[in-house]
Protein backbone atom coordinates (compact mmCIF):
# COMPACT_ATOMS: atom_id res chain seq x y z
CA UNK A 1 0.00 0.00 0.00
CA UNK A 2 1.09 3.21 -1.17
CA UNK A 3 1.96 6.01 1.61
CA UNK A 4 -1.24 8.48 2.00
CA UNK A 5 -0.25 11.81 1.46
CA UNK A 6 -0.65 14.45 4.45
CA UNK A 7 -1.54 18.00 4.78
CA UNK A 8 -0.05 20.74 6.65
CA UNK A 9 -0.53 24.17 7.64
CA UNK A 10 2.87 25.81 7.85
CA UNK A 11 3.72 29.79 8.38
CA UNK A 12 4.77 31.30 4.39
CA UNK A 13 8.35 31.86 6.08
CA UNK A 14 8.97 28.08 6.41
CA UNK A 15 7.95 27.57 2.83
CA UNK A 16 10.76 26.99 0.17
CA UNK A 17 10.96 30.18 -2.06
CA UNK A 18 9.81 28.20 -5.26
CA UNK A 19 6.81 26.75 -3.78
CA UNK A 20 5.21 30.97 -3.31
CA UNK A 21 6.89 31.62 -6.93
CA UNK A 22 4.37 28.53 -7.85
CA UNK A 23 1.89 30.23 -5.92
CA UNK A 24 1.93 33.68 -6.87
CA UNK A 25 2.46 32.03 -11.22
CA UNK A 26 -1.01 30.11 -10.23
CA UNK A 27 -2.29 34.24 -8.56
CA UNK A 28 -1.37 35.42 -12.29
CA UNK A 29 -2.91 33.62 -14.14
CA UNK A 30 -5.79 33.40 -12.28
CA UNK A 31 -5.91 37.01 -12.19
CA UNK A 32 -5.38 37.74 -15.93
CA UNK A 33 -6.59 35.18 -18.20
CA UNK A 34 -4.57 36.50 -21.21
CA UNK A 35 -1.79 35.65 -19.47
CA UNK A 36 0.26 32.13 -20.46
CA UNK A 37 2.12 30.04 -18.30
CA UNK A 38 5.16 31.29 -19.58
CA UNK A 39 4.72 34.79 -19.37
CA UNK A 40 3.71 34.18 -15.35
CA UNK A 41 6.65 31.97 -14.65
CA UNK A 42 8.91 34.67 -16.38
CA UNK A 43 7.33 37.20 -14.01
CA UNK A 44 7.99 35.44 -10.72
CA UNK A 45 11.82 34.14 -12.00
CA UNK A 46 10.50 30.09 -12.14
CA UNK A 47 11.05 27.19 -15.08
CA UNK A 48 7.89 26.37 -16.29
CA UNK A 49 8.99 22.76 -15.38
CA UNK A 50 9.10 23.75 -11.76
CA UNK A 51 5.33 25.24 -12.16
CA UNK A 52 4.08 22.36 -13.00
CA UNK A 53 6.03 19.99 -10.82
CA UNK A 54 4.69 21.99 -8.08
CA UNK A 55 0.97 23.43 -9.06
CA UNK A 56 -1.21 20.76 -7.57
CA UNK A 57 0.89 20.19 -4.49
CA UNK A 58 0.27 24.19 -2.80
CA UNK A 59 -2.40 26.46 -2.78
CA UNK A 60 -2.82 29.20 -0.42
CA UNK A 61 -4.66 28.60 3.08
CA UNK A 62 -7.58 31.89 2.82
CA UNK A 63 -9.27 32.15 6.20
CA UNK A 64 -12.61 33.57 3.75
CA UNK A 65 -12.34 29.97 2.29
CA UNK A 66 -15.75 29.38 3.98
CA UNK A 67 -18.72 29.77 1.10
CA UNK A 68 -16.60 28.04 -1.30
CA UNK A 69 -16.36 24.38 -2.53
CA UNK A 70 -14.08 21.73 -2.77
CA UNK A 71 -13.87 18.87 -4.98
CA UNK A 72 -11.84 15.49 -4.52
CA UNK A 73 -11.34 12.05 -4.96
CA UNK A 74 -10.47 8.98 -3.47
CA UNK A 75 -10.35 5.36 -3.64
CA UNK A 76 -12.06 3.29 -0.99
CA UNK A 77 -12.45 -0.64 -0.14
CA UNK A 78 -16.10 -2.03 -1.11
CA UNK A 79 -16.63 -2.40 2.69
CA UNK A 80 -20.00 -1.83 4.19
CA UNK A 81 -20.49 1.51 6.79
CA UNK A 82 -17.48 3.06 4.41
CA UNK A 83 -18.96 5.01 2.76
CA UNK A 84 -21.38 6.19 5.66
CA UNK A 85 -18.03 6.83 7.18
CA UNK A 86 -17.23 8.97 4.82
CA UNK A 87 -20.23 11.06 4.73
CA UNK A 88 -20.46 11.36 8.38
CA UNK A 89 -17.13 12.83 8.60
CA UNK A 90 -18.29 15.45 6.49
CA UNK A 91 -21.14 16.05 8.18
CA UNK A 92 -19.41 16.00 11.77
CA UNK A 93 -16.82 18.74 10.58
CA UNK A 94 -20.02 20.64 9.33
CA UNK A 95 -19.61 20.14 5.71
CA UNK A 96 -22.22 20.30 2.60
CA UNK A 97 -22.04 17.73 0.43
CA UNK A 98 -23.17 19.19 -2.89
CA UNK A 99 -22.22 16.18 -5.33
CA UNK A 100 -21.34 12.66 -5.14
CA UNK A 101 -20.48 9.70 -7.55
CA UNK A 102 -19.26 6.65 -6.63
CA UNK A 103 -17.99 3.90 -9.16
CA UNK A 104 -19.01 0.57 -9.39
CA UNK A 105 -16.27 -1.29 -7.62
CA UNK A 106 -13.98 -3.17 -9.50
CA UNK A 107 -11.51 -5.75 -7.64
CA UNK A 108 -13.34 -4.74 -4.30
CA UNK A 109 -12.17 -0.97 -4.81
CA UNK A 110 -14.52 2.18 -5.85
CA UNK A 111 -13.80 5.39 -6.93
CA UNK A 112 -15.46 8.39 -5.36
CA UNK A 113 -16.22 11.75 -6.24
CA UNK A 114 -17.14 14.72 -3.78
CA UNK A 115 -17.84 18.17 -4.20
CA UNK A 116 -18.18 19.72 -0.45
CA UNK A 117 -19.47 22.81 -0.07
CA UNK A 118 -17.84 25.03 2.98
CA UNK A 119 -19.98 26.61 4.93
CA UNK A 120 -19.22 29.68 7.69
CA UNK A 121 -19.78 26.75 10.13
CA UNK A 122 -17.42 24.35 8.83
CA UNK A 123 -14.44 23.03 10.69
CA UNK A 124 -11.04 23.08 9.78
CA UNK A 125 -10.86 21.39 6.20
CA UNK A 126 -7.48 19.78 6.20
CA UNK A 127 -8.22 18.13 9.46
CA UNK A 128 -11.62 16.55 8.19
CA UNK A 129 -9.46 15.27 5.02
CA UNK A 130 -6.84 13.83 6.99
CA UNK A 131 -9.41 12.51 9.39
CA UNK A 132 -10.72 10.69 5.66
CA UNK A 133 -8.17 9.55 4.69
CA UNK A 134 -6.26 7.96 7.81
CA UNK A 135 -9.13 5.16 7.83
CA UNK A 136 -9.02 1.78 7.19
CA UNK A 137 -10.39 0.83 3.75
CA UNK A 138 -9.30 4.37 2.10
CA UNK A 139 -6.21 3.81 -0.11
CA UNK A 140 -6.08 7.42 -1.65
CA UNK A 141 -7.33 10.95 -1.31
CA UNK A 142 -6.67 13.91 -3.87
CA UNK A 143 -7.93 17.14 -3.83
CA UNK A 144 -9.38 17.85 -7.79
CA UNK A 145 -10.65 21.51 -6.99
CA UNK A 146 -10.97 24.50 -4.90
CA UNK A 147 -13.47 27.02 -5.96
Known sequence: ???????????????????LKVVEAKRLLE???????????ERVGISRSSFYKYK????PFHDNSKGKS?????QMDDEP?????????????????LTIHQTIPING???LTLTVDLLPITK???SMIEHIESQPGIHYLKILAKE
Open 31 to 41: SSKAMTVQEAT
Open 70 to 74: ITFVL
Open 81 to 97: GLLSMVLNTIAEYKGNV
Open 124 to 126: DVS
Open 1 to 19: MSEKSKYFVVKQKAVPEVL
Open 109 to 111: VAS
Open 56 to 59: DDIF
